[in-house]
T-cell receptor, first 112, second 111 residues
Framework: DTAVSQTPKYLVTQMGNDKSIKCEQN?????MYWYKQDSKKFLKIMFS???????INETVPNRFSPKSPDKAHLNLHINSLELGDSAVYFC???????????FGSGTRLTVV | QKEVEQNSGPLSVPEGAIASLNCTYS??????FFWYRQYSGKSPELIMS????GDKEDGRFTAQLNKASQYVSLLIRDSQPSDSATYLC???????????FGPGTRLSVLP
């Protein structure tokens, strides 16, 4: 079983559309994250979330919103997509007793 | 703003040589340091973690940490073509388990 799974793997959409990316982890971790990796491979944190607290990177446009129906899921919803949103989005999770992150396989978003 | 810096590379080394990857960080209070390897088109995978000053060895990999100089490095001995990847340095920020990543160094091991 995949530890951190993301869907879809690829997403091509037009400017102005609204889209969602889903993430699920079966590791029992209590904190999940969304990272954006641009064309230069720079990984930047967008959100971190556990049961109690959502921390938002202040540079993230409010068109991006995380939604967590439960501890094992953290979805990313994006409104009014722009060309600059094209990137690979990684979901990750970590637990209190784990080292580092476990990453999902990534979602390559292309806005045309 | 917490920053983590790495040389972007590419760093090219011949097969069998030692590859040395460097990382500096700005937050003197950082406590946890990680190296991730990312193959093209794949997700980052954790290869080393280090928390205390000095060296930590795991197989062909050695992580070195010097908190006074705010410097962490990764040495890869007997480099193999399969080590060709981007290596990301990650340092914990001061707000729990969140990490700041460096821009990565692209390593190319030439057969």
């Amino acid at each position: 079983d995949t530890a951190v799974s993301q869907t879809p793997k690829y997403l091509v959409t037009q400017m102005g559309n609204d889209k969602s990316i889903k993430c699920e982890q079966n590791l029992g971790h209590d904190t999940m994250y969304w990272y954006k990796q641009d064309s230069k491979k720079f990984l930047k944190i967008m959100f971190s979330y556990n049961n109690k607290e959502l921390i938002i990177n202040e540079t993230v446009p409010n068109r991006f919103s995380p939604k967590s129906p439960d501890k094992a899921h953290l979805n990313l919803h994006i409104n009014s997509l722009e060309l600059g949103d094209s990137a690979v989005y990684f979901c990750a999770s970590t637990g209190r007793d784990t080292k580092g992150y476990t990453f999902g396989s990534g979602t390559r978003l292309t806005v045309v | 703003q917490k920053e983590v810096e790495q040389n972007s590379g590419p760093l090219s080394v011949p097969e069998g040589a030692i590859a040395s990857l460097n990382c500096t960080y700005s937050d003197r209070g950082s406590q946890s340091f990680f190296w991730y390897r990312q193959y093209s088109g794949k997700s980052p995978e954790l290869i080393m973690s280090i928390y205390s000053n000095g060296d930590k060895e795991d197989g062909r990999f050695t992580a070195q940490l010097n908190k006074a100089s705010q410097y962490v490095s990764l040495l890869i001995r007997d480099s193999q073509p399969s080590d060709s990847a981007t290596y990301l340095c990650a340092v914990n920020a001061d707000y729990g388990q969140n990490f700041v990543f460096g821009p990565g160094t692209r390593l190319s091991v030439l057969p």
